[in-house]
Each structure stands twice: as structure tokens, then as C-alpha cells.
């Protein structure tokens, strides 16, 4: 039985639909081999998974990074933040603006 380490990115500002999409692309992947895809994507999540990536395979002890696979990528629902939108007439809209969870398992 191989090691396996994670790390978990708390609280981050994102929606966890949007972080989903991206670690959909990743997983399976090998480390090096995802590095490069979240390096090209055009889109804002991949900079956070990317650190969460980094910090997951620094866990690992003087391993060889081209042998690390990930082999769990997930985005779990974080606590909403709650505001208010004015609106006419004196009325209150609210807005939940989104946080997640994101986890990250190599081996």
C-alpha cells in the first residue's frame, strides 16, 4: 500500500460549481501533467487549485514529482456569505456570495 497526502484549501472565494468544472480535468492526471493544464486555463479557480496542487505535493517526503498521480479532486460547499442589494422603493434584495472547500489527494 502506497502513501497518499492532501491538502485543503478552506474558504475560498469561489463558487464551488465553477472549481468543480476544472477538477473534473485534472483528475488522474499526474502532477506535472496538471500543472501545465491549470498554467493555460483562462479561468480564475485554477490559480487557487494550483496552490493547493503545490502544497499537496510538497507534503510528500523527497519523492520524485512525475510519479505523483492525483487520485482524489474535489470541491465541497463552504458557508455562504450573506449581503443585502438595495432596491427601490426601500426594499432589500439579499445576495449569498459563495465559498468552497477545496481538497486535493495524491499518491
Known amino acids: 500500500m502506497t502513501k497518499a497526502n492532501r491538502a485543503v484549501s478552506k474558504y475560498i472565494r469561489l463558487s464551488p460549481n465553477k472549481v468543480r468544472r476544472i477538477l473534473d480535468q485534472i ?6 501533467e496538471a500543472l501545465l493544464i491549470l498554467r493555460f486555463m483562462p ?42 442589494q438595495p ?13 468552497c472547500h477545496i481538497t486535493i489527494k495524491l499518491q
Open 87 to 99: 432596491r427601490a422603493q426601500g426594499r432589500a434584495f439579499p445576495i449569498q456570495k459563495p465559498t
Open 27 to 32: 483528475r488522474g492526471k499526474n502532477y506535472q
Open 43 to 84: 479561468y480564475k479557480p485554477c490559480n487557487n487549485i494550483k496552490k493547493t496542487l503545490v502544497s499537496a505535493a510538497s507534503n510528500f517526503n523527497d519523492t520524485d514529482k512525475k510519479n505523483l498521480i492525483i487520485i482524489e479532486a474535489y470541491a465541497n460547499q463552504g458557508p455562504k456569505i450573506k449581503r443585502i
